[in-house]
């Protein structure tokens, strides 16, 4: 009850408007967390502020939902129990072991992500990252495989500039959440590459190949990593950071995404 009046308080003092729409949100309006815990030792999500996205904007996401492709997490169209990868994976070859991504990189999700990687909008990695932490929960990911979560770094340019790792910002959270330790400052970029998004998709592969080394690859030895982005397209970035973690000796490699 008093929490209700002190927010209700909040509200009125500091309105707070969606980054999206400008709407003014209220305590009707607001997103309310519904995740139930994870059974993994890991801690609750620390009470948001209200203000950041609306629920309808919110409402507006599309969440990936199965069947999905074994091995990119793409949902696959046409359901055939005998094949369960994509067309696309029949003929590629990933590093990583299995990838999944929470919802489908359009609308919403792409001008959140743009907010939160071009316009410093970092508070957004808790809201984005609650919907990463939602599929694991939702479709029960077998993440207890994992023994630790890697953020894929950018390059040490793009750090500087951006200051701060996006992917790193949804891991953060996600790895709170889930009780996996988070390695930082191992995975490493060792050049800089053009920007995925400006390449055809064949161009990408060659762009990244030879581009992650590892800082401490007795680190990951024979264990089992969790890789963590904000968008998986191609898989190409991803697939190169698990070649630099298989080749360091890491037994298994997952991919989570938070869009695709
Ligand atoms: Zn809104
Ligand atoms: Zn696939």
Redesign the pocket.
Known sequence: MLNRILQALEEIIYPHY?L??R?RITLENQLRRVTPPFPRDGNSLPRERAGL??R??IGKIKPNSPPFCQKCGRKILKFDPSLNVCAECSKTQFWFDRAWASCSYEGVIKEMVHNLKYRNKICLAKVLSRLMIDFVSDYRLPLEACDCAIAIPLSPRKHREREFNQAEALADNLSAYIGLKLLKDNLKRIRDTKSQTELEKSKRWQNIRGAFALNAPSAVRGKTILLIDDVLTTGATASEAARALKNAGAAGVYVLALAN
């Open positions: 969606c999206l729409c709407i996205i609306c309808d904007c």
